[in-house]
């Protein structure tokens, strides 16, 4: 079992490495990283913040934006899009296991799509200890963890869609719609729920949180403003309720979770359906 998953795997790296996809997705953030550096800002300052530890809160913020719709758009077409191409009527014909062959795609797409994100970090900080600048090793161990975690939850999610959907165009619709709705929930919205139907202010905040984008959203923040001023009151029931620490801790384990149940989920879904 393990033999066919590690094959699995390997064939879905083999694969998305020679899909056009890969290639945008590479560019994208290798290129955040030039144009950071060619902004300069390695050597500005911003609340204690420099050197390399400056580009890495701006890049963790764009990563917020850009690393979920992408993981979910070139996720979901993994299953719906090997169904309609009739990869299962083939696939059915040798000794693979399913749950091997679902879980040996999941973690080739994870490789895939998270080695892009961290091989560009890795040359920030390889280019910042050529040159010299400040590098905070804590600062980028965290921002790792943040990334895997998020990576992890939202590749979670695209397989969960991919397995429900019966074509690609529906599995990117719903992607994408999904997507949409994790936006809506973040600060605005639950902001403006809670004026206008007065729940209590701890319920709010716990419901917010339960969104991956706004943990790690809010995580990001706490590296980067140790007091997470930006969010106001929030902060504190935050601060209060679990701390520095425990907030981290959170915000990592809580979408590693998420993802792994979604996966989970839909390789329960994935197993008991009619696959051709």
Excluded at 186 to 194: N, P
């Amino acid at each position: 079992m393990m033999r066919a998953l590690l094959l699995a795997a390997r064939l879905d790296i083999t694969e998305s490495l020679r899909a056009r996809w890969f290639l945008f997705y590479s560019l994208v953030f290798g290129g955040i990283v030039i144009l950071l550096f060619v902004f300069g800002l390695t050597e500005s300052r911003i609340l204690g913040f420099t050197g390399l530890s400056r580009l890495l809160v701006t890049y963790i913020q764009l990563c917020v934006a850009i690393l979920p719709i992408f993981i979910l758009i070139t996720t979901v077409r993994s299953v719906a899009g090997d169904r309609e191409a009739g990869v299962f009527e083939y696939m059915l014909s040798l000794p693979v296991p399913l749950a091997s062959w679902f879980w040996g795609k999941m973690i080739g797409r994870f490789l895939v799509v998270f080695m892009p994100v961290f091989l560009a970090m890795a040359c920030a900080a390889a280019w910042s200890l050529l040159r010299g600048i400040g590098l905070d090793w804590g600062l980028f161990l965290l921002y790792t963890a943040l990334l895997i975690s998020m990576a992890w939850a939202f590749l979670g999610f695209g397989m969960l869609i991919s397995t429900l959907a019966r074509t690609p165009d529906v599995a990117q619709t719903g992607a994408f719609l999904f997507w949409l709705l994790l936006l809506l929930f973040l600060d605005l919205l639950l902001l403006s729920v809670m004026i206008r139907g007065q729940l209590p202010f701890e319920l709010v905040i716990g419901l917010a949180l339960l969104n991956p984008l706004q943990s790690f959203r809010t995580a990001a923040i706490l590296l980067f403003d140790p007091q997470m001023v930006v969010l106001g009151p929030a902060a504190y029931v935050i601060l209060d309720a679990l701390g520095q620490t425990g907030y981290l801790i959170f915000a990592i384990a809580y979408p590693l979770l998420l993802g792994s149940l979604s996966a989970a989920l839909g390789c329960r879904i994935f197993m008991r359906g009619d696959l051709p």
